[in-house]
Nanobody, 128 residues
């Protein structure tokens, strides 16, 4: 079992930035395919970003709604995956979840069902 812990959420103004962190209890997390999902009130959970793992660092993928504003990255030494969010908009308000799969890459990375481990979520609130 892998436990994921998210942190870094908060309340900000539109245009501000936040950096979310996802740290795992197991060292092998460093080679797991990892994604960030978010769920706004009254809406379904949606994909935000994904990072795979390979010897050259892995590939990243983004939902169109966050592309160009969010950056997902991995710090192997810290066993942590980050989501740097900039130019935040009120519509980015949601609970953000970190999710991981023991596979190093996922072809359908935007499908939440492909992930085995989930964190408890961290709230991000963006006011206009």
């Amino acid at each position: 079992q892998v436990q994921l812990v998210e942190s870094g959420g908060g309340s900000v103004q539109a245009g501000d930035s936040l950096k979310l962190s996802c740290t795992a209890s197991r060292r092998t997390f460093s080679s797991y395919a990892t994604g960030w999902f978010r769920q706004a009130p009254g809406k379904e959970r949606e994909f935000a970003a994904h990072i795979s793992w390979n010897w050259s660092g892995g590939s990243t993928y983004y939902a169109d709604s966050v592309k160009g504003r969010f950056i997902i990255s991995r710090d192997i030494a810290k066993n942590t995956v980050y989501l740097e969010m900039s130019s935040l908009k009120p519509e980015d308000t949601a609970v953000y979840y970190c999710a991981a799969s023991p596979f190093s890459a996922l072809t359908d990375y935007s499908d939440a069902r492909r992930y085995d481990y989930w964190g408890q979520g961290t709230q991000v609130t963006v006011s206009s």
